[in-house]
């Protein structure tokens, strides 16, 4: 196989079409293009929320206004589709070239384009759980009957939160487990339109990275790990992946 010398996509297929074991980690930053907007970029929820809010100790204090801001911000999250950025990373997958995707979003929109093997660290927007007994209620169902303030659990009365991870709170088990044996595996790890500030997704990439895989940073805005990565792609994620999917296409056939 060819490769452009000097051309980083060209030299980032071409490491994809090599290795058996590639990993994608994503952020908000895959969905802005779905009209989900991240954190911290330049239209994040940051700049109009206090990052507290979404902390569970004040959640537990103030599940009403917590349930407002949660609507109000994650509701255009139900009506999204997916975009180039996630049909290109489903597209990776099917042509055996991606081992999974670890995710920190909770849109399931990485499902939605196909992908199938998907981890999520931060939880789904899929369910509502009570805070009291546990028991789950599909998220779209809730919201349907809610009215204002935190919706309460018809068995027990305890509130209800979406099944997300909040601020302060542990990650799942499993996924967690998961995702770290997938970095430890990867030969190439992808991290995708994360600023990657949030512990403990962060340190993915570094494990990867210390069992040998090279690290590759798409992300429209400097990352907190940008001086460990091999390759740093500063641009959309909806147009990075895309290329470099047709790059690994034009490599394998
Ligand atoms: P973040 O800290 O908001 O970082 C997102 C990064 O993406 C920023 O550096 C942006 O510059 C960058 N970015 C934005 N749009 C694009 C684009 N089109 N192409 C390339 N880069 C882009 O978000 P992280 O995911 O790093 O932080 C983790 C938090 C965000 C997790 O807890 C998530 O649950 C949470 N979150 C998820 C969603 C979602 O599910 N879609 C939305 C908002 C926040």
Not at 6 to 29: D, F, Q
Not at 75 to 97: R, S
Not at 201 to 207: D, R, S, T
Not at 236 to 248: Q, R, T, Y
Request: hydrophobic share 45%; glycine share 8%.
């Amino acid at each position: 196989m060819e490769v452009e010398s000097g051309n980083p996509l060209e030299e980032v297929a071409s490491l994809i079409v090599r290795s058996s074991c590639n990993v994608a980690l994503t952020g908000a930053g895959v969905s802005t293009a779905s009209g989900i907007p991240d954190f911290r970029g330049p239209q994040g929820v940051w700049r109009m929320v206090d990052p507290e809010k979404f902390e569970i100790s004040y959640f537990h204090e103030h599940p009403d206004e917590v349930w407002d801001l949660f609507v109000e911000f994650f509701l255009p999250t139900f009506n999204a589709k997916p975009n180039p950025a996630h049909y290109a990373l489903a597209e990776l997958e099917k042509l055996g070239k991606l081992c999974a995707v670890i995710t920190q979003n909770v849109d399931m929109l990485h499902q939605a384009a196909g992908s199938r093997n998907v981890v999520e660290l931060h939880g789904s927007l899929k369910d509502a759980v009570c805070v009291e007994c546990g028991s789950r209620y599909p998220l779209s169902e809730v919201l349907r009957q809610r009215t204002r303030g935190a919706p309460k659990c018809p068995k027990c009365g305890g509130v209800l939160k979406p099944d997300v991870v909040f601020f302060g709170e542990p990650l799942p088990r499993d996924a967690l487990r998961e995702a770290m044996m997938l970095a430890e595996m990867a030969d190439v790890f992808i991290a995708a339109g994360t600023s990657l500030a949030v512990y403990p997704a962060n340190q993915l990439p570094l494990i990867a990275k210390k069992r040998g895989a090279k690290l590759v940073v798409i992300n429209a805005e400097e990352t907190y790990y940008d001086f460990a990565a091999d390759y740093v792609f500063r641009g959309k994620v909806e147009e990075v992946l895309p290329a470099l999917v047709e790059k690994v296409k034009g490599m394998l056939f």
